[in-house]
DNA sequence: TAATAATCGAGACGGTACGTCGCGTCTTGCA
DNA sequence: TGCAAGACGCGACGTACCGTCTCGATTATTA
């Protein structure tokens, strides 16, 4: 029978490498030549050491992509920014967003990570509360607030609304079918905000 | 010296095996544990006949899914459904949409192709030029006409208002963010088209 | 730096739970399938426990084996039989080195020893100190009493003589060369003592 | 279901330099440190060629062995020395085995067919025969013409005698509970011969 | 009788090798 | 010449043990 290592044994010297070396080996190689043997003979650790601690080369990207975000924007916590201006605002936040979604070193972990989500749902589901939620909860708060200075309709679904503002961009770095430029990331903003139907007369 | 095999000397009926057999494998196994090996043998094929005529996995997958595709909805040629509602042709589209990803038969070929696509620009080229644009221009031509009967705005860049439309449904389909449901689908084209602003007084 | 461990602090247990564990596991699994790792969970013990006491795996096999002959036939110390008739006495002692191969109990664990001796000068060398001298000495002693008794030739290499006796017997249960039966036994012992030379006339 | 590969598209190339390799290997490393993976590495050879054509490492040991065998001895077909004096016979047969054992070519390659025969009753039963029995015959047939020449008690067990001639040397040997040289050898054929009982006065 | 020092169980660690699977290439013999 | 079949060199998989190394928690003297 199989039974769980102790953590508080843990070696956090070999975590941190571990996760150093994932990080730094997927942005070499690539999904597709990641390997948990490169990674161990990378991080001078032994295989075991990996298999111990993760189940699945995706949690352990995971947890070495919750080190990247944490280590530069856990002042992302904070929330979004709230200049009283709406559209402004998620102008910036988007804009930030593709930056980010087209910074080399953000771009092949992402997509490693994503594909390691979409092909294993208890994955997705770790994902969605620990990443995905979390982040939601700050936009909706932004979207909450725009709603009491009455710049967003009182009635809009927020949760639609975010998928609304970000499925496109991540959509369009994902599959490449088009340019992920600032200016993109403003027309979606813009679109969203004004709506597709005609102006009222 | 490498040359180029005869394609008129190409059996078909391998050919036709092959696809069929990707499509049956990648739905049992799903994507990570599909091999070239695996779908020769359940083919009843040698190897070299894939890779004779498959430059990689993702051309395969991608042949295949054209098939599936082919198969069933080639009337999608004939462009999307134009009632003179935008919103109920809309939600009709994006709810087919939903009901497609989640259709067992399709989810893991897609999810496979998906993959190979965001880590293959290639193929992500191929796939944008011969399914995303044809299926695109259609979604437009919709949009456009909508445009012409005073239901969209005559600004609106089309480009922007089809990824509004159907990022978030793909995105909550792969990362599975939350539930795919029709009333999801029908939401998102409400908030599209409605905008998110307030009303104007 | 490296120190030695104070042998009078030595957990008495511990000692006989590894050396049952090891005769118990080696009889069980086989030579190949021995590890240290699994003697230590038999026996309910730290690996450190075997590895401070027993600097190899054949060392540890050499004590298990001391215990196993110790336990059983210490009574050996007494020396071989001597009923005065040579041929018979040694008849009884091969044909009881026969049953002893034959015993499953007995059997894996000294093909275990014997390999790690085969492959451990220097456990062989204590091997040939501790066990086999001693036996050795025993056995020339009756040999010598026959010399007395003009029941083997006066000049008679005695080492060699313990040799012919006692190394066919090993070689076919090592080898499995043939049927290693008490007929053999009682066959090697009269053509050995008769000699192979024809009968003087 | 696994099926036995087709030895007619075997490669011979490979098949030699997987011998060879793992009789350097040996030699060079012992057989305790002896590794499939080493002797893949050093023949050049992808692990895989190894498993598909040799069920154990022991087999691969024998068929290394027989060609170390075949290739400088393969003349042993044509029998033992007959100068018609048994004893000068023998005693050269076995100073040459001696020699032999004493080899370093052969030591080591020896010792580790030898361990895994004593642990392998199915390769020992393979040794025997296809190594030990053919070779014991011609043993046999030179003592059967000592026989005819009167040189050799009539009812003699040829195979008991074969054991009491090899057995010492090979014990003593393989456990090295004494110093292997020719004049042990000598001794030993001496003492077989002569027998152990005093001359009939 | 407490302090103290070593062994003890447990097991994480960096490694090596295991035996298996799949890759993409190459060769063979049939149609 | 394309094909089914499959051997090949290679690289990675996930597992088993190696021997070393901490960890508290017994123990068994020594102060």
Redesign the pocket.
């Known amino acids: 029978m199989k ?1 769980a ?2 953590p ?4 956090h ?3 941190r ?1 571990i996760l150093a070396a994932a990080l730094d080996l997927v942005g070499e190689v690539g999904y597709t ?6 990674i ?2 990378a ?7 990996i ?3 993760w189940p ?2 995706g949690s352990l990207l995971f947890d070495a992509f919750l080190t990247l975000a944490g280590d530069e924007q856990d002042g992302a916590t904070a929330g979004l920014p709230d200049t009283g201006d709406l559209e402004t605002d998620l102008k910036l936040v988007l804009r930030t967003t593709v930056a980010e979604l087209n910074d080399p070193r953000y771009d092949l972990p992402m997509r490693a990570l994503h594909t390691e989500i979409v092909h294993d749902p208890a994955l997705a589901a770790d994902y969605a509360k620990r990443l995905d939620e979390p982040m939601r909860e700050l936009k909706k708060e932004r979207l909450r607030a725009a709603q009491r200075a009455g710049q967003l309709a009182e009635d809009a679904n927020l949760d639609v609304a975010v998928d609304l503002l970000f499925g496109p961009i991540l959509n369009r770095w994902l599959q490449r079918t088009g340019p992920l430029t600032p200016e993109y990331a403003g027309q979606v903003v813009e679109t969203a905000l004004r709506g597709l139907r005609p102006r009222e007369p």
Chains 1, 2, 3, 4 share one sequence.
């Open positions: 039974v290592p102790d508080s044994r843990r070696s010297a070999s975590r490498a030549k990641l390997s948990i043997e490169g161990a003979t991080a001078g650790v032994g295989k075991q050491t298999y111990r601690w699945s080369k």
